[in-house]
C-alpha cells in the first residue's frame, strides 16, 4: 500500500470514529442502555429471537439471488456452497472501504470451484443492479401508500411535498434502470459525457454489467425472480427495523401503529441506500442519519428516539454479521481472505478488481 494510501485509509477510518462518537454523544450511551434494556428479559430475548430469524432468512435470499444471477453466467453451484461467501462479504463491507467484500467472493468462487472471474464479476455487478431496482421499487411503493396516509391525517404540506419528490425521484430511477436493461447501449453513450479518469472506471464496471446482462436477459425468468428477491430483502431489512421501533415505541402506550409500517420501511430502504454506496466505511453514521430523519417525520413517531431505533439496529447486524462472518472467512480460508480483501481496498474498487482478477489467475 502506498503512503498516500495508508494517509487516506487512516484519515478515512479516523473520521469515522468521530462520527460514531458524534453519534453515541448525541444519544447519549446511557439513554441508549436504558432503551434496551427497558424491554425486559422477555423482550429482548422475543426481539433477539425475531432480529436472528429475519435476517438469516435475509441472507438466504441474498445467497439464492446470487445462484440464479451465476446460473445465468453458466455457474451452477448450490445455495450451500455459496452462503459462507455471502455472510464473510457482508462482514467484510461493514467495517472496510469501498465494498472490499466483494473480492471475497470471486476469491473464494475461484479456490474453490475454478469459477471464471469475469462471470463472478459480473454477476456481482448486476446483483448491485438488481438491489438498486428492488429498492427503488419498495421506496416507490411505501411512499404511495404515505401519499394516501398523509391525505387521511391531514399532515403538513411539506412533507407531502418531500414524499411527491421522493416519489418522483424512485419513479424516474425505475423507469432509467428499465431503458438501460431494455437498451443497454444508451449507457455507453452516457458515459462518454463523463471525465476520462471516471469514464474508463464506469466503462470497466459497465461492460460486466453488460456481459451479465447479456447471459440473463436469454433467462427472463430468472431476471424476474432476481427482482422479486431483491424487493423482498429490503421488505425484510424494514420489518427488522419495524420490529425494534415497535419494541422500543409500543403501540400501546400511544406511538407506532399499522400506519408507521410504510414510514419504517421507507427509512430502511433510504438507510440502505448508503450501504449500496457507501463513503465511510459500513456507511458509518450515513445510515444513521439517513434512517432517523425519515422517522422524524412518521406521523405518530417520537422524533428524539429515532437515533436510537438506527443504533440499536446497526448494533444488532453488527453482532450478527461479525459472528457469522468470523466463522464464514475462517471456513473459506482465514488470513487468505484478509489478504485478497487488503489487495482489492489498497488501491480503490476498480484497481483492486484488477488486482485481486490477477492474484486469481495465477
Known amino acids: 500500500m502506498r503512503v498516500s494510501d495508508k494517509l487516506i485509509s487512516i484519515i478515512i477510518y479516523s ?3 468521530v462520527v460514531l462518537l458524534i453519534i453515541l454523544l448525541y444519544v447519549q450511551p446511557i439513554t441508549l442502555i436504558n432503551s434496551i434494556l427497558q424491554f425486559g428479559f422477555w423482550g429482548v430475548l422475543g426481539l433477539s429471537i425475531s432480529l ?37 462479504a457482508l462482514m467484510i463491507n461493514l467495517f472496510t472501504i469501498a465494498r472490499a467484500g466483494e473480492a471475497v467472493r470471486m476469491y473464494s468462487l475461484k479456490r474453490n ?22 429498492l427503488l421499487i419498495v421506496v416507490t411503493g411505501t411512499l404511495f401508500l404515505l401519499g394516501n396516509s398523509l391525505t387521511s391525517l391531514n399532515d403538513s404540506k411539506i412533507i407531502q411535498q418531500l414524499i411527491i419528490l421522493l416519489f418522483a425521484f424512485s419513479f424516474t430511477g425505475l423507469v432509467t434502470l428499465a431503458v438501460l436493461i431494455i437498451f443497454p447501449g444508451i449507457g455507453n453513450t452516457l458515459i462518454e459525457f463523463f471525465p476520462s479518469f471516471i469514464s474508463e472506471r464506469l466503462q470497466s464496471v459497465y461492460n460486466s454489467f453488460q456481459n451479465g446482462l447479456h447471459d440473463l436477459r436469454k433467462k427472463p425468468n430468472l431476471l424476474i425472480i432476481g427482482i422479486v428477491t431483491s424487493a423482498s430483502i429490503w421488505i425484510i431489512e424494514g420489518i427488522m427495523l419495524y420490529a425494534i421501533a415497535f419494541t422500543v415505541f409500543p403501540a400501546h402506550e400511544g406511538y407506532l401503529n399499522v400506519i408507521d409500517i410504510p414510514w419504517v420501511i421507507a427509512a430502511s430502504c433510504a438507510g440502505n441506500i448508503t450501504f ?29 428516539g429515532a437515533v436510537s431505533i438506527a443504533l440499536i439496529d446497526r448494533f444488532a ?5 461479525a459472528l457469522l462472518g468470523s466463522y464464514a472467512s475462517l471456513k473459506l480460508g482465514g488470513m487468505e481472505i484478509f489478504r485478497i480483501k487488503k489487495k482489492f481496498s489498497s488501491d480503490g474498487s476498480e484497481n483492486g478488481n484488477n488486482r485481486v482478477s490477477n492474484e486469481l489467475k495465477t
Open 15 to 17: 473520521v469515522t470514529l
Open 52 to 88: 436472528i430469524s429475519l435476517y438469516f432468512v435475509d441472507m438466504i435470499i441474498r445467497t439464492y439471488r446470487w445462484k440464479l444471477l451465476l446460473l445465468a453466467q453458466g455457474v451452477d453451484l448450490k445455495v450451500t456452497k455459496l452462503f459462507l461467501p455471502i455472510v464473510s
Open 113 to 134: 470451484y475454478n469459477t471464471k472471474y469475469s462471470d463472478t464479476f459480473s454477476s456481482i455487478v448486476i446483483e448491485q443492479v438488481l438491489s438498486i431496482i428492488g
Open 276 to 304: 449500496i454506496i457507501p463513503i465511510l466505511p459500513g456507511a458509518m453514521g450515513e445510515y444513521e442519519a439517513v434512517v432517523a430523519i425519515i422517522l422524524y417525520g412518521a406521523p405518530n413517531y417520537p422524533g428524539s
Open 317 to 321: 447486524k453488527t453482532i450478527m454479521l
